[in-house]
């Protein structure tokens, strides 16, 4: 049996790898004085480099947190494998032979090496059955998302048989035992033994930066499959998501390479592609995850954003997911030092959809219409707000201030300040002095993530029904929450639709009825739950309290009905609203004019509207 690895191996080992380049995998480095080389830390988060390597002695050095040793220790601890397997890993590496000694322990590859190696067989068997008949629809996917066999193989595309068990039997074939396969997450137990996880699924496999095959994705493509539209592979030791980006390992280059670095943030493995063959080669995904700190760390070192010269353009649906989405990743993208930035496709289209339909050269000119993630956020809060009032005005100022507010730099607060005022039609002074109140403001500061420090998540304000204002507003608002919450499968769908539509005063009763009113189907069991966890922080707990709490009514029946009527108050207050602004509107216009028809035509509707709310009852 073979032993423990000959030392003369070891040290030849080391002595023909160049440590710089096995960090450079992970960590953007830069010539920081004669033999050193410097970059951000990837054992501790940092802002400034303090991470040193000196190829020359095969050393590094972190003057942060401490950590050192060579490129066997790095190994280590960076992936978490034996001595024996870094010392295998890297001479592999290099195609040197290793030599074991006779008596000596046994070599430790029965670890993580074992699952890189079965992932690696699992993509080579995935890849060659894309050629196979049964693959014929797997091929015709691809290609009808522009993707013909070169850019298959260039991505390592493959397809899942039908079968229970094609990979399972291939691998075992080739040495690997279901313990192994388990462990990969390449097979899935039942009561009749393992199966392939992946069945009947054009397959993608994801990488780590450094180009091994550490897990896998697939698209259901039949009708009769059950299974969810994107199946990955559950957390193993190898593969987590969250530190996962598909595609870092073929855009790490040019990321590093590009003046400026920049990192094009897309949604999907398709969008991926579909970027990458369109001259956009920085382009990444998550896996089955929402863009979080951990990727923020990972991208960080490859970027060595040390500056802010760097740039991470994120690309978002134009509709209410994209728009969480894009709120979500505000609150992570400001741990960057880079500039980020929101790109969309004309009409909505995603990456792949627009290289399709409009070719390469959309694609690349995407990236050219990006606007700042500030401005971006500024423009989803004051979305909702009709600026034609005084009062929506104000309404939207007090929903962008904090954005504003939270923006530390002392040259990008004033200018930002201006871009409000501008957006809102309204006195620079008087936008200055609302962000300078949101900025002392705790409950304002919640509204908006708060810059966390390198090791700290924001901390956002809890609010509860005791904490909301005591307004007869205030009331209603919370009533008719609570109300559409436990009741809206019973109530009359076009008038708690209606009655959705109204926003409402407080951010945090504003953010329910916005989760209420994105509810897919207001008519199933457990509907309400579900809207609930959908509530943005920090009011999803308040969304929890108004479903929770005691309707005041006696009955069912009752509390339909009590239902109902707050939902016409509703709409009768916003409809009140409405005439308000056009009753002081119609007295700066000519009565004759076509403007002042217009307007009078709407009252009279307006009126229509009302006496029908008030028959309703």
Request: charged share 25%.
């Amino acid at each position: 049996m073979a032993g423990r690895i000959r030392q003369a191996d070891v040290d030849e080992v080391k002595a023909r790898t160049n440590i710089a380049d096995i960090i450079g995998e992970r960590v953007a480095l830069k010539t920081a004085g004669v033999g050193a080389m410097k970059g951000l830390c990837p054992f501790h988060d940092e802002r400034s480099p303090s991470f040193n390597v000196r190829p020359q002695a095969g050393f590094y050095h972190c003057f942060g947190c401490g950590e050192s040793g060579d490129v066997y220790s790095f190994l280590r601890n960076m992936d978490h494998v034996s001595f024996t397997e870094a010392v295998e890993r890297l001479a592999g590496r290099i195609g040197y032979a290793l030599h074991y000694e006779d008596g000596g322990a046994a070599p430790e590859n029965t670890g993580r090496t074992r699952l890189y190696a079965a992932n690696a067989a699992a993509a080579e068997f995935f890849r060659t059955q894309l050629a196979t008949p049964d693959a014929d629809i797997g091929r015709r996917f691809l290609g009808e998302r522009g993707f013909d066999a070169g850019a298959a193989a260039h991505f390592g595309v493959g397809f899942a048989p039908k079968g229970w068990s094609g990979m399972h039997s291939a691998l075992r074939g080739q040495g690997f035992t279901d313990e192994e396969l388990t462990a990969a997450g390449l097979v899935s137990q039942g009561q009749r033994g393992v199966y392939d996880r992946f069945r009947g699924r054009v397959v993608w496999p994801i990488r780590d930066v450094t180009g091994q095959v550490i897990g896998f994705g697939a698209r259901r493509l039949f009708d009769d499959d059950n299974g969810p539209k994107y199946l990955n592979t559950p957390e193993t030791t190898i593969y987590k998501k969250a530190q996962v980006l598909y595609g870092l390992d073929l855009a790490k280059r040019d990321i590093a390479r590009g003046d400026p670095r920049r990192v094009v943030v897309v949604e999907g493995y398709t969008d991926v592609m579909a970027c990458h063959l369109a001259g956009v080669t920085t382009a990444v995904a998550t896996c089955g995850t929402a863009f979080g700190s951990d990727h923020i760390s990972v991208l960080r070192r490859i970027m060595g954003d040390d500056s802010a010269a760097g740039e991470v353009v994120f690309t978002f649906d134009p509709d209410a997911a994209g728009q969480k989405a894009a709120l979500r990743a505000f609150a992570d993208a400001k741990r960057f030092n880079a500039q980020t930035y929101v790109a969309t496709g004309p009409e909505g289209l995603d990456p792949c959809d627009l290289r399709l339909q409009r070719g390469d050269g959309a694609v690349r000119a995407m990236m050219d219409t990006k606007v700042p993630m500030v401005e971006f956020v500024i423009d989803q809060r004051i979305s909702g707000f009709g600026l034609s009032s005084v009062e929506g005005r104000v309404g939207a100022l007090r929903a962008a201030a904090p954005v504003v507010a939270e923006l530390r730099d002392p040259l990008l607060q004033p200018e930002y300040v201006r871009v409000l005022a501008r957006r809102l039609g309204m006195d620079t002074e008087d936008v200055r002095r609302e962000v300078d109140r949101a900025s002392r403001a705790p409950s304002a500061r919640a509204e908006t993530p708060v810059e966390a420090s390198a090791t700290e998540e924001p901390s956002l304000a809890r609010v509860t029904i005791a904490s909301l204002p005591r307004t007869a507003e205030s009331a209603l608002e919370r009533d008719a929450l609570m109300g559409f919450l436990q009741f809206g499968h019973r109530l009359d769908a076009e008038l708690l639709t209606r009655a959705l539509e109204q926003r409402m005063s407080h951010p945090a009763l504003d953010a329910v009825r916005a989760a209420i009113a994105d509810a897919p189907d207001r008519t199933r069991a457990g509907w309400a739950l579900d809207a609930v966890t959908t509530v943005r922080e920090p009011y999803r707990s308040l969304g929890g309290e108004l479903l929770a709490s005691d309707f005041p009514a006696l009955t069912d029946d009752a509390a339909v009905a009590s239902a109902s009527d707050l939902a016409r108050r509703l709409i009768s207050r916003g409809l009140d609203r409405e005439k308000s602004e056009l009753l002081g509107a119609i007295q700066r216009v000519t009565p004759d004019s076509d403007e002042g028809r217009v307007i009078r035509l709407r009252l009279r509707e307006l009126d229509a509207q009302r006496q029908r709310l008030i028959v309703e009852q």
